[in-house]
């Protein structure tokens, strides 16, 4: 993507697809989007995504951004990207895009799920990232839940599944978010509004407005710190 291709073994993820909602002006487009893992770094990713053309000759790229990471701590185990083709209606006459980078850690002691959306917008010839989200995470301590099962069964018995079941709700700890746009605006774009769901749905939710080209904060990683 670009004059300057990642080595092959750094990419970790591919998404391709074409973007029925982009502007009209442009012919079709399809979008692209690349997990690159950057040498001994365990904590991060970056993320290329790029605005292509097709024709009888194959692709053509547009325009491209590297600028964007994502957390992929404790460690980038079992990755997943992909596109998210839903019309996002930042403004009366523009529709984003959106990448979608999972990450499910597992081991013998606890396992972790992360899903992290950025949204994109293609204007002026250039596609910028404008807002990255934590819509879902959860950790589970597997080793804490087999403690519990034992204690509650006491020394010589069997564990039954009430039990199991009640020991793994005390050790998975979970959030999730739901991204809206509200009708009022800001300098010309619907508000963003993230909202929690299910057993975090008690949570506040968090607005975010646009200003020089993106929605502020930036970034969103949950109320739940």
Known sequence: MGKNPAPADSVKGLALAPWAHGPSVSGPLWIVAALVQL???????????GILTRDEQGFHLLASDRSERVDTSPLL?????????????????????GVRFDNNYTSTAHSDTT?????YRYADARVMPIFTALTD??????????????????KGRNPSDAPQRACDAENTEEVHYVLSFSPHTTNGYHDLVARPRGKTASGKSA?????????QPRRFEGNWH
């Open 137 to 154: 995470w959860s950790t589970y301590d597997k080793d804490g839940a087999n403690d519990c099962v034992n204690k509650k069964a006491g």
């Open 77 to 97: 185990w079992n990755a997943d990207l992909k596109t998210d083709l839903v019309p996002y209606r930042i403004s009366d006459r523009e529709t984003a895009f």
């Open 39 to 49: 040498p001994n770094d365990d904590v991060e990713a970056e993320l290329w995504t």
């Open 207 to 215: 607005r975010f407005t646009w200003k020089d080209g993106t929605y």
């Open 115 to 119: 899903e992290i959306l950025s949204l």
